[in-house]
């Protein structure tokens, strides 16, 4: 057997042989030469290695080898061959098989499947049709005798498997909606067997994946809305929701189904209105959210939520009403002791404060969070100083944001807000714990300082809790000045490398004989670089140091000035940072007059 083995793979190198004949006719000849069973899943490495066992003895024809005992040459076990060269007991040597695997790799598959046209897309659906008819029929015969339709249920789950293929053809999807398969698959979704549902939604995933369907929209949108007439939407989620998780075949189908749905939103994301308006997608989705194990069901069903509600003013709208606020403050609370088991629900949890901070730009959405105490469970979890204060600031700047944040600004400092949020102003974390979360030190930064900003703002006319905040600045020999400075000088000096990087830029442009409209949307570019060079964080450290010097006086912006000097800079560019902040805010009701009307107070004291 070995030396028959060796034969064919030698014979394999020399005649380079295809991998797919290889691999079928060693398996074939391993099937006949070999008493173990036969396994068509054996991979052409574990072939070579291959060791069958030799427990049955060979007999010669007269059966003169059994009576031989196991001294006989002719008859019992033989002693295996082990090459000198280094070879196994089958007589290829570790050179060899490295050879011979290479060369396969190498190789181009010569049995590729051919592409896919209409007739052989024609046979494959009418093929379903027959298998669906069958079935149905013999269902209804027999309803009370499984055994009778189980053949059926087979072949029809088989043949929903061949219409993988569709998934590589999406210019032919417009010859499946003329044939009605997608109206076919949209019913099997409602069948009782579950295996044929879980089918049915891998085979309309794989044919909705995006790199499947980014060179044929037309088809896809054909597809999409041909789904859509079959009230597929509300068919999937139904489905869903009758599938047991608990069964890992049933726990993936609900993955798919979770994963179509984000397909159709890539490629219509107006869908979204439609899928909570329509469905009870949202009502599902609040209630698996609220499982206490977490698992990769519950992570995408957190990322999905998060995309239909983000630049959704209308599904921010029904969000609210369904009073899902309170059930994601709910799912958070958790993380207030604990931290995320793992790096997958790190994500799930920034997802779920993602959600949050999305809803409460729909400003009815903010009464639902302060009647649900949700600034209250912020402020706790700033102080538990656990992984999630990162989402709690990020929610926080949301919701205390001017104007609609004064009544929760409020909350916020009657509930001792300020006692958690001005260490975290004082002090940012380390890069190695804002890089767990996706975050840096520069966002971390520019939440603290947006929240107290907005403290500062929408407390103006307050008595008692404006001067609470205020007195921050001043006690402890104004340390807080001293941190605001080394803000200003860090981000001052980000900015200053950016707008000489940009200023090069312009000149080069201009050298080479760039039209105005060219540099007009070259500057336009050049104030988003800057953003993100931390310009904004900076508008946001001089605006706190502005409202400092009008609310304590003078000698705030003296201190200022003396610190900035020491590190060569001057109070003086604040003049200008906060002209351009003021300049930028868009539409009425801003506080863009505000901020023009502390600049002199910087400037006195110069």
Same mark, same amino acid.
């Given at each position: 057997?070995?030396?028959?083995?060796?034969?064919?793979?030698?014979?394999?190198?020399?005649?380079?042989?295809?991998?797919?004949?290889?691999?079928?006719?060693?398996?074939?000849?391993?099937?006949?030469?070999?008493?173990?069973?036969?396994?068509?899943?054996?991979?052409?490495?574990?072939?070579?290695?291959?060791?069958?066992?030799?427990?049955?003895?060979?007999?010669?024809?007269?059966?003169?080898?059994?009576?031989?005992?196991?001294?006989?040459?002719?008859?019992?076990?033989?002693?295996?061959?082990?090459?000198?060269?280094?070879?196994?007991?089958?007589?290829?040597?570790?050179?060899?098989?490295?050879?011979?695997?290479?060369?396969?790799?190498?190789?181009?598959?010569?049995?590729?499947?051919?592409?896919?046209?209409?007739?052989?897309?024609?046979?494959?659906?009418?093929?379903?049709?027959?298998?669906?008819?069958?079935?149905?029929?013999?269902?209804?015969?027999?309803?009370?005798?499984?055994?009778?339709?189980?053949?059926?249920?087979?072949?029809?789950?088989?043949?929903?498997?061949?219409?993988?293929?569709?998934?590589?053809?999406?210019?032919?999807?417009?010859?499946?909606?003329?044939?009605?398969?997608?109206?076919?698959?949209?019913?099997?979704?409602?069948?009782?067997?579950?295996?044929?549902?879980?089918?049915?939604?891998?085979?309309?995933?794989?044919?909705?994946?995006?790199?499947?369907?980014?060179?044929?929209?037309?088809?896809?949108?054909?597809?999409?809305?041909?789904?859509?007439?079959?009230?597929?939407?509300?068919?999937?989620?139904?489905?869903?929701?009758?599938?047991?998780?608990?069964?890992?075949?049933?726990?993936?189908?609900?993955?798919?189904?979770?994963?179509?749905?984000?397909?159709?939103?890539?490629?219509?994301?107006?869908?979204?209105?439609?899928?909570?308006?329509?469905?009870?997608?949202?009502?599902?989705?609040?209630?698996?959210?609220?499982?206490?194990?977490?698992?990769?069901?519950?992570?995408?069903?957190?990322?999905?939520?998060?995309?239909?509600?983000?630049?959704?003013?209308?599904?921010?709208?029904?969000?609210?009403?369904?009073?899902?606020?309170?059930?994601?403050?709910?799912?958070?609370?958790?993380?207030?002791?604990?931290?995320?088991?793992?790096?997958?629900?790190?994500?799930?949890?920034?997802?779920?404060?993602?959600?949050?901070?999305?809803?409460?730009?729909?400003?009815?959405?903010?009464?639902?969070?302060?009647?649900?105490?949700?600034?209250?469970?912020?402020?706790?979890?700033?102080?538990?100083?656990?992984?999630?204060?990162?989402?709690?600031?990020?929610?926080?700047?949301?919701?205390?944001?001017?104007?609609?944040?004064?009544?929760?600004?409020?909350?916020?400092?009657?509930?001792?807000?300020?006692?958690?949020?001005?260490?975290?102003?004082?002090?940012?974390?380390?890069?190695?714990?804002?890089?767990?979360?996706?975050?840096? +030190? #520069?966002?971390?930064? !520019?939440? =603290?300082? /947006?929240? %107290?900003?907005?403290?500062?703002?929408? @407390?103006?006319?307050?008595?008692?809790?404006?001067?609470?905040?205020?007195?921050?600045?001043?006690?402890?020999?104004?340390?807080?000045?001293?941190?605001?400075?080394?803000?200003?000088?860090?981000?001052?000096?980000?900015?200053?490398?950016?707008?000489?990087?940009?200023?090069?830029?312009?000149?080069?442009?201009?050298?080479?004989?760039?039209?105005?409209?060219?540099?007009?949307?070259?500057?336009?570019?050049?104030?988003?670089?800057?953003?993100?060079?931390?310009?904004?964080?900076?508008?946001?450290?001089?605006?706190?140091?502005?409202?400092?010097?009008?609310?304590?006086?003078?000698?705030?912006?003296?201190?200022?000035?003396?610190?900035?000097?020491?590190?060569?800079?001057?109070?003086?560019?604040?003049?200008?940072?906060?002209?351009?902040?003021?300049?930028?805010?868009?539409? +009425? #009701?801003?506080?863009? !007059?505000? =901020?023009? /009307?502390? %600049?002199?107070?910087?400037?006195?004291? @110069?």
């Amino acid at each position: 057997f070995w030396v028959f083995l060796r034969s064919v793979c030698v014979r394999c190198v020399l005649a380079q042989r295809s991998p797919r004949r290889t691999y079928d006719g060693l398996q074939t000849s391993l099937y006949r030469h070999s008493s173990e069973p036969h396994n068509s899943t054996m991979e052409f490495e574990e072939i070579l290695k291959y060791k069958p066992s030799l427990e049955h003895v060979a007999e010669d024809d007269d059966g003169a080898g059994a009576a031989a005992g196991p001294s006989s040459e002719r008859g019992g076990k033989r002693k295996r061959h082990v090459d000198d060269d280094g070879g196994d007991e089958s007589g290829i040597t570790e050179e060899e098989r490295k050879r011979i695997l290479e060369m396969l790799a190498a190789e181009p598959d010569d049995q590729d499947e051919e592409g896919l046209d209409e007739a052989q897309a024609r046979r494959l659906a009418l093929a379903l049709e027959k298998r669906v008819t069958k079935n149905t029929e013999l269902r209804i015969k027999f309803a009370s005798e499984p055994q009778k339709f189980m053949d059926s249920e087979l072949e029809l789950h088989g043949q929903l498997q061949e219409l993988q293929v569709l998934a590589t053809a999406p210019d032919l999807y417009p010859q499946l909606v003329k044939l009605g398969t997608v109206g076919t698959l949209v019913g099997l979704l409602g069948h009782e067997n579950t295996d044929i549902t879980v089918a049915v939604i891998d085979l309309l995933k794989e044919m909705t994946e995006g790199d499947v369907i980014e060179d044929s929209l037309l088809g896809a949108n054909l597809l999409i809305e041909a789904l859509l007439k079959e009230q597929f939407l509300q068919v999937l989620v139904d489905c869903v929701q009758g599938l047991n998780e608990s069964q890992k075949e049933e726990a993936e189908g609900v993955h798919h189904a979770m994963g179509i749905v984000e397909n159709m939103l890539e490629i219509q994301p107006a869908l979204g209105e439609k899928l909570l308006k329509e469905t009870s997608f949202l009502d599902w989705s609040l209630g698996r959210l609220q499982s206490r194990e977490f698992d990769d069901n519950k992570l995408y069903c957190s990322e999905l939520l998060a995309i239909l509600l983000q630049d959704n003013t209308e599904n921010r709208r029904l969000f609210g009403e369904n009073d899902a606020m309170e059930v994601m403050l709910r799912c958070v609370s958790g993380y207030r002791r604990d931290d995320p088991a793992s790096a997958e629900e790190v994500e799930m949890m920034e997802n779920l404060f993602d959600v949050m901070c999305s809803a409460l730009q729909y400003e009815n959405n903010l009464d639902k969070f302060l009647e649900a105490e949700g600034v209250e469970l912020m402020v706790r979890i700033l102080k538990a100083k656990k992984i999630s204060r990162f989402g709690a600031l990020k929610v926080l700047d949301h919701a205390l944001s001017w104007p609609a944040g004064k009544e929760a600004c409020i909350t916020f400092v009657r509930h001792l807000g300020l006692k958690s949020l001005f260490p975290a102003f004082m002090k940012t974390p380390t890069a190695k714990a804002t890089k767990k979360l996706g975050y840096n +030190e #520069n966002q971390f930064e !520019e939440h =603290v300082c /947006s929240i %107290i900003v907005s403290l500062l703002v929408n @407390l103006c006319e307050h008595e008692e809790f404006r001067p609470r905040v205020l007195s921050k600045f001043v006690e402890q020999d104004m340390l807080k000045i001293n941190r605001l400075a080394e803000l200003h000088h860090k981000y001052r000096t980000q900015v200053a490398a950016c707008e000489a990087s940009l200023r090069q830029e312009k000149t080069e442009a201009v050298a080479d004989g760039a039209d105005e409209e060219y540099i007009k949307a070259l500057e336009d570019q050049h104030y988003l670089r800057r953003i993100d060079a931390g310009l904004y964080t900076l508008q946001l450290v001089d605006h706190i140091l502005a409202e400092a010097c009008y609310g304590c006086g003078s000698e705030v912006a003296k201190r200022m000035d003396q610190l900035l000097k020491l590190k060569g800079e001057s109070l003086e560019a604040t003049h200008a940072i906060l002209t351009e902040y003021a300049d930028n805010f868009d539409g +009425e #009701n801003t506080p863009a !007059e505000r =901020v023009k /009307s502390l %600049i002199p107070y910087v400037s006195a004291a @110069l």
